[in-house]
């Protein structure tokens, strides 16, 4: 029988100098620090609410804020949104975070954003993706699954840039979409289209006029390699020659790296927009779970007797986990994993190659099983009553149906394939379908909380198969680092840990993808010439010993500056490699529960 986890508290470790001799200066964290004198702020795009986050230079959250975003469907596996829409809402919580603060602090702004497709004119007006001419909805989200056909042939021609896309390309990249677009849309988009831009880069472009690419997006989504850029032979293979006639101008023909500064920084009109000063820094962008896992996967948990102590963060992989989860590893060499996005050069930690496994479907699948059972009016009407959250109200369900077995056993007869919207790694199927074996006729709560923990488990299942294929193929990892909103479920937490069998950490800094994107902000703002970036966290280990609670905080960031005028290199590669990679975080270790 698993022996029961409990958490205890942990003493915080002593701080200590990162680095080198060159790290010779740490402004630290503590009760006499100086009051703050500079902000960054930090926007992300998620796939249903736009965020952002007032940042000081010690890395606190002063402020955040969110709001929605709408969605279309039009049809099964279409899936649109407005450009206009995105930007009015990064417009509205920009401003409302930095309320009241002296705008002559603000130093800098970063975007992150997830990686849909936004179509505009040659004067950059909203065309339309959809055959109802609707120019408003001008954004192919990032899970559409409408070119299932197009990336068929894309695959079946087996160019050599697919080796670094597992092999496979995804029905959610951009080539697909655009081959789509071309093929269905030709005289009412595709001719009149001026440019495509990764939704990261479309808010860059917004903030400053500059249709700049950030190597994260191209590299990742569109097959640009760092090294050796547009690969013409495969945009004519697969039948969209246009693009290499325009020498790549409406996809992008000029890349900087993630954290560089875009241009002049903020326009006139986008300054008077997001309610910031004209002319501050705005930086190259990054996809949303790049920022996350760039936040995460450099922490370093000394004294927490994680198996990647004193192991470099090749050991790692960060998961940020929320409509869709992610799955980042990254290696000094490249490594070719079937399935598996990548290897990436630089796309997320400067220097180092990223691969990144996915599943297409986590949050919105969790939210699909448990809103569709019929007995989901009884929850939310017991979950109103209790003033919980429906899902802290299934895990307490949970505790008191399950006696005196773990709770992972109530699911023994019960079981969830979880690919209600295909497979996206390792098995890069986007034809699976979802399926739910061993149903009774009962309908009631305790049948809808087995099914939700089935989901869940079924979830961790998955990236357990994303993580077996990883390591096949060379990669060696002994952690998890999980951030997004499915990390704040202590059940999701959990049964990653047991079922994959390696621990989990948490960054407390609850917004971390919105630190990720302030982080930019600050790269690009040159007040840094190199960044040592620190979360202080309190520690909290989910161990075999007796049981108690234990109090975390948000977490605080510590950040030192070298007195010399930062290089563009300063600003870019060798900044974010140090504000991502060398992180010192307390955090909230999760162990698997312990088989006897």
Known sequence: MPATASVVQLPPPAPETLGGAED???????????????????????????????????????????????????????????????????????????????????????????CSLVVVDKQFQPLAVNCEGQNCRNIIMWMDHRAVSQVDRINAMQHRVLSYVGGVMSVEMQPPKLLWIKENLQES????????????????????????????????????????????????TIGLEDLVKDKYEKIGNHVLSPGESVGKGLTPEAAKDLGLPEGIAVAASLIDAHAGGLGVIGADVKGHNLPCENQPI???????????????????????????????????????????????????????????????????????????????????????????????FLTVDLHVWPDFHGNRSPLTDLTLKGMVVGLTLSRGLDELALIYLATIQAIALGTRHILETMQAAGHHIN??????????????????????????????????????????????????????????????????????????????????????????????????????????????HVSPTVQN
């Not at 407005?82 to 509205?92: G, M």
């Not at 595709?190 to 994260?216: I, M, N, Q």
């Not at 939210?367 to 009884?378: I, K, N, S, T």
């Open 24 to 114: 010779k200066v740490l402004l630290k964290m503590d009760s006499t620090k100086q009051t703050p004198v500079k902000y960054y702020v930090g926007i992300d795009v998620g796939s249903a609410s736009v965020r952002a986050a007032l940042v000081d230079e010690l890395g606190t959250v002063v402020a955040h804020a969110d709001q929605p975003i709408q969605i279309w469907e039009p049809q099964p596996d279409h899936y649109e949104q407005c450009s206009a829409d995105i930007w009015a809402a990064c417009c509205s919580v920009t401003k409302k975070v930095v309320s009241g603060v002296d705008a002559s602090q603000i130093r800098g702004v970063g975007f992150d954003a997830t």
């Open 189 to 236: 988009c595709w001719e009149k289209a001026g440019y495509f831009f990764d939704l990261p880069d479309f808010l860059s472009w917004k903030a400053t006029g500059v249709t700049a690419r950030s190597l994260c997006t191209v590299v990742c989504k569109w097959t640009y390699t760092s090294d050796g850029g547009w690969d013409d032979s495969f945009w004519e």
């Open 314 to 408: 090749t050991s790692r992989v960060a998961m940020i986990c929320g409509t869709s989860s992610c799955h980042m590893g990254v290696s000094e060499t490249p490594i070719f994993v079937p399935g598996v996005w990548g290897p990436y050069f630089s796309a997320m930690v400067p220097g180092l190659w990223l691969n990144e496994g996915g599943q297409s479907a986590t949050g919105k699948l969790i939210d699909h099983v448990v809103r569709g059972h019929v007995a989901f009016p009884e929850l939310q009407s017991k979950a109103a009553a209790s003033a919980h959250s429906i899902y802290t109200y299934l895990n307490s369900h949970l505790d008191l149906i399950k006696k005196s077995l773990p709770v992972g």
């Open 479 to 588: 952690t998890l680092f999980l951030c997004g909103g499915l990390s704040k479920n202590p059940l999701f937490v959990q049964m990653h840990a047991d079922i994959t069998g390696k621990p989990v950490v948490l960054s407390k800094e609850v917004e971390s993808v919105l630190v990720g994107a302030a982080i930019l902000g600050a790269c690009a703002s040159g007040d840094f010439a190199s960044i040592q970036v620190v979360q202080i966290l309190n520690p909290v280990l989910l161990d075999q010993a007796g049981g108690s609670s234990a109090q975390v905080s948000t977490s605080d960031i510590l950040v030192r500056s070298e007195n010399h005028a930062p290089t563009a290199q300063d600003r870019s590669s060798n900044t974010l490699m140090r504000w991502g990679g060398l992180q010192q975080d307390r955090a909230l």
